[in-house]
Each structure stands twice: as structure tokens, then as C-alpha cells.
């Protein structure tokens, strides 16, 4: 078969029964309506392609994973890759993580993801770790909600611990290069997103950060 086009993507997503798209009504009822468990509830936000939302469910069946981008062709592989493998712990959500408030109940997020979020070098306003966004996720999260930060750039890394620092936040795990570290955990080694596999081939040193919001 030939590579599907984005509008077949876009029309798949729609369909996909994995896939909502700025679904408010289901804020406060994740688990009863759409897990139909009572499961902790990890969201990776800007997921991409899905690569994490998909490597963490199949490790962690016990966990439900939404994954959340605002580009719903890219979803698309992730959804689909769970739909045809019946991983049945993932759901994709598309909406612009600004808004996130809007679809999520105060406390239904145990745990958040960001991989490979895009530096926006000139515009600090628009990185994904910064202080708007972060009350935003605690705005859904759960009382002690931790944060994993996986990034190739040293300027979101170092931008990310200077909020961590101004909040007086507590850092549970910190690696400026994943891949020299002696005890590193299996799934940070060995689930790959697209752009991590980018920055590798480019030599680029992968940084991890762990903590409280
Ligand atoms: C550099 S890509 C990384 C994707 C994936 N995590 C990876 O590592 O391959 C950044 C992703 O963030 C998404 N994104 C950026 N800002 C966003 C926002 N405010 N709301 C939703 N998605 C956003 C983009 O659509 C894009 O898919």
C-alpha cells in the first residue's frame, strides 16, 4: 500500500475511536468513560507521532496514556499503531496545550511527559516548561504530579531548571547526557521518538529531567 496523504490522515483521526478532538465533555470522567478503570493517568503533551504515549503503555499496562498534540496527522500513527496492536491503555487527544484546562478535571492527571518539545529559542512564552504552562498542569494534576523532561536542547534544559529553581521545585531525577548514565531506565534508553532519533544521528547528547510540579 502507498503512503496515506495528511487529509486521509485527518479523516482517519476523526474516526479512529482512540482519537477525541477538543472533547470537553468527558472532563472528570477519563477513567469511567473512556479507560473504564479506576488506572493513574500519565499524558504526554506535544506527543508527535506518539512514539512515548505507545513504548510507556505497553510497558505499563496497570497506567492509562493519553497522548496530546495539536496536529492530528502526526497522531495518527500512534492511534493507529494501538488500534491494530488492541493496546487498549492509550488515547490520543488533539487540542492546543494552552487550553488544556478545558479538558481535564483538577486532579485527573497523575503524570506528565514532554519529549523533544520544540526550544522556541525567541519565544519564552511558548515553551512547554515554563511558568504559564506549569499552573496550568497543576491545574489538572494530582496532589505530588511529576514531570518528565527528555530534550536534546541544552538552552530548554538549562531555561527548564531555572523554573525548577524559581519554584523551588523538587528535582527526583537530572542527566545532562541519558546515555552516559550507569543507571539509566529502560524506558528512557530504550523508547525513541522520531526526533530523538534525529538528534542522535546528529550527535546531539540527550538530557533528562525528573520533578514535582
Ligand atoms: C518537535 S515535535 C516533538 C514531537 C515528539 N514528542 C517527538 O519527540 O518526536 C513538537 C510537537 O509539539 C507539538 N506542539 C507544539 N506546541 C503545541 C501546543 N501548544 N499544543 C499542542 N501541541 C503542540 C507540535 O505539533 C509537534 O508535534
Redesign the pocket.
Given at each position: 500500500m502507498g503512503q496515506v496523504g495528511k487529509l486521509q490522515k485527518f479523516a482517519d483521526v476523526t474516526a479512529f475511536e482512540n482519537c477525541y478532538e477538543r472533547v470537553a465533555e468527558l472532563k472528570g470522567k477519563w477513567k469511567t468513560d473512556v479507560f473504564k478503570n479506576d488506572n493513574p493517568i500519565t499524558v504526554?503533551?506535544?506527543?508527535?507521532?506518539g512514539?512515548?504515549t505507545i513504548g510507556l503503555a505497553e510497558r505499563f499496562p496497570e497506567r492509562n496514556f493519553i497522548g496530546?498534540?495539536?496536529?492530528g496527522n502526526?497522531i495518527w500513527k500512534g492511534a493507529k499503531y494501538a488500534l491494530e496492536n488492541n493496546i487498549t491503555n492509550v488515547a490520543f487527544h488533539r487540542?492546543?496545550?494552552?487550553n488544556i484546562e478545558e479538558y481535564f478535571e483538577k486532579g485527573e492527571i497523575d503524570e506528565f511527559w514532554?519529549?523533544?518539545?520544540?526550544p522556541q529559542h525567541s519565544k519564552k512564552r511558548?515553551r512547554?516548561t515554563n511558568a504559564m504552562f506549569l499552573n496550568r498542569y497543576r491545574n489538572i494534576a494530582k496532589e505530588g504530579a511529576v514531570m518528565n523532561l527528555k530534550s536534546d536542547s541544552t538552552r530548554f534544559y538549562e531555561f527548564s531548571k531555572e523554573i525548577i529553581a524559581d519554584q523551588k521545585l523538587t528535582i527526583l531525577q537530572d542527566s545532562d547526557d541519558i546515555y552516559a548514565w550507569d543507571e539509566i531506565p529502560e524506558h528512557l534508553a530504550n523508547i525513541q521518538?522520531?526526533?530523538?532519533q534525529m538528534w542522535l544521528d546528529q550527535g546531539k547528547k540527550i538530557k533528562f529531567l525528573r520533578y514535582v510540579i
Open positions: 504526554e503533551l506535544a506527543c508527535g507521532k512514539e512515548y496530546i498534540d495539536v496536529k502526526r487540542l492546543m496545550i494552552g514532554i519529549t523533544f518539545p520544540d511558548k512547554l521518538t522520531f526526533y530523538e
